[in-house]
């Protein structure tokens, strides 16, 4: 039964035009290759489509190329789950190539990237077994580290980086805070609240990350800050703090005289980026830059973007201006 006040519409005299008229995405010569048995790793970049995830890590590659020519700082932000995918040594490899300017840590990433240097293991936090209980050695040490650290006027990043290389743990050479700090690459660490069992430990001064993690936002602030040629802010996983806190520090800079610099952003996460994330990439587009959330799992995405870095394609290169 038909309502008689809503008559089916007819599809008569809708607009029709010819298929050559629309406006096309993407064409045939921007199709996935095949693959073929026994290929190398340049066949595999070049069978990429050159759409979604696959061009975005594309265009941030050649963004990345352009940058090393120009002088540009790269600073790789890295939440929590990255810290826990074991991208350690590549991102050390990255860093000693010169790929990478500074680092930003949430006091998380920083607890997982002591613990590694300190047992060469990530620890499993949601294990049931351990109830409420607090690693012993972490608290411990890290708050000689700060400690230290403080009477230096030093931030929590370089204080602790500091304390590694003293210290001849048995995997520090797996720690991206050792291999900074004798690189001479800052490293802000940014603590942000949130679930840190760490926090609990008797022997741990709260105060200190507080404190000290004031002067790594001053840090990071003052990097921004110098950016005259842009600078790209890649950010590995989902990480709302690391995220607010760029966010600071870039209103920091304009709140100075020097002007809006060109900022591209690429937030490589395998979740939707949450409200302070969206901010950060809007800012990045107010500022003329390249900003973009890529998916994809950082385990996956972050060592295929450093294969695009380290083995240039041999086609065509993607618009890195768009």
């Not at 265009?59 to 074991?86: F, K, M, P, Q, T």
């Not at 351990?130 to 050695?137: A, C, L």
């Not at 931030?155 to 805070?177: D, M, V, Y």
Request: a neutral charge; hydrophobic letters at 45%.
């Amino acid at each position: 039964m038909t309502y008689k006040k809503y008559p089916l519409i007819s599809a008569a005299g809708i607009h029709l035009k010819p298929i050559q008229d629309r406006k096309f995405g993407l064409e045939t010569g921007g199709f996935a290759q095949t693959v073929f048995q026994g290929g190398g790793l340049a066949d595999f970049l070049i069978s990429l489509p050159r759409t979604g995830a696959a061009d975005d890590l594309s265009v941030l590659a050649a963004r990345l190329l352009r940058a090393r020519r120009r002088d540009v700082s790269v600073l790789l932000a890295i939440g929590d789950a990255a810290a826990e995918s074991g991208l350690q040594p590549l991102v050390i490899d990255l860093m000693e190539r010169g790929w990478i300017s500074a680092l930003a840590f949430s006091w998380q990433t920083a607890v997982v990237d002591f613990e590694i240097a300190l047992a060469g293991r990530i620890i499993d936090r949601n294990a049931g077994d351990d109830g409420y209980s607090v690693t012993e050695e972490t608290g411990l040490l890290l708050n000689a580290g700060l400690k230290e650290g403080k009477k230096g006027q030093a931030g929590c990043g370089e204080a602790i980086g500091h304390f590694l290389t003293q210290s001849n743990f048995p995997f520090s050479n797996f720690s991206l805070l050792y291999a900074a700090y004798k690189l001479n690459i800052p490293v802000t660490i940014n603590p942000c609240g949130g679930c840190d069992p760490i926090r609990m430990h008797p022997h741990l001064d709260v105060s200190l990350p507080a404190a000290m993690g004031e002067r790594d936002f001053r840090l990071l602030a003052s990097i921004f800050y110098r950016m005259k040629n842009g600078g790209i802010w890649i950010q590995a996983g989902r990480g709302n703090c690391l995220a607010g806190v760029a966010v600071d520090a870039l209103r920091m800079c304009r709140g100075k005289d020097n002007g809006n610099h060109t900022l591209d952003v690429a937030m490589v996460m395998d979740g939707p980026a949450g409200d302070l994330e969206k901010e950060l990439i809007a800012l990045g587009r107010e500022s003329g830059g390249w900003a973009k959330r890529i998916p994809g799992d950082p385990s996956v995405t972050i060592p295929l973007l450093a294969a695009m870095l380290l083995n240039p394609m041999e086609r065509p290169g993607p618009e890195i201006e768009k």
